[in-house]
C-alpha cells in the first residue's frame, strides 16, 4: 500500500489536479486505469469501468 493519501469514491478532493483510481474500496483490484481531472470540491466518482466504489489518488 502506498504512503500517499488516497480519497475514497464520495470524499470531495482537497486540491484540484488529475487524479487516478488506486484500488477499491471492496478490496478487489481494478482493471480500470482511469485518470480524471478534479477541481476543488469535486466529489470523487465510483470506478467508471467497475462501478464499484474506488480509492483516488493524486498523480
Known sequence: MSNETRYKTGETAPIPGTYKIDGLVN????????????????PFPPSPSDHEAAYWKKT
Open 27 to 42: 478490496g478487489y483490484l481494478s482493471g480500470d486505469h482511469a485518470i480524471i481531472e478534479m477541481a476543488q470540491g469535486d
